[in-house]
């Protein structure tokens, strides 16, 4: 039996853009990971909200809601994030 996976894989992610998105983004402290983002993004309009803190303390997440205006910018953004030295992980 095919499962919603096996549906699902190989396919591209299809978005009507402009479109909201949200990305999870991890670090090791709540105001280093604000920084980042702001690094990152700049002056663009966005809502950052924390998430979780791990077990032990060590790495905290929190969500970056932004309007994406195409495949282009969203992947951009993604790299960007990921890049940055201070963040750890990008969802």
Excluded at 22 to 44: F, H, M, P, Q, W
Excluded at 57 to 86: C, P, T
Aim: one cysteine or more.
């Amino acid at each position: 039996m095919e499962t919603l996976n096996d549906k699902l894989a190989g396919k591209k992610l299809e978005l009507e853009y402009p479109c909201n998105w949200c990305y999870k983004v991890i670090a090791s402290e709540k105001e280093t990971l604000e920084k980042a983002v702001k690094d990152v993004i700049e002056e663009r309009e966005h809502k950052l909200t924390t998430s979780n803190t791990s077990k032990g303390g060590k790495y905290v997440s929190m969500n970056l809601d932004l309007l994406v205006h195409n495949e282009d910018d969203r992947q951009f953004i993604y790299d960007a994030l990921k890049r940055h030295q201070d963040i750890k992980m990008v969802l």
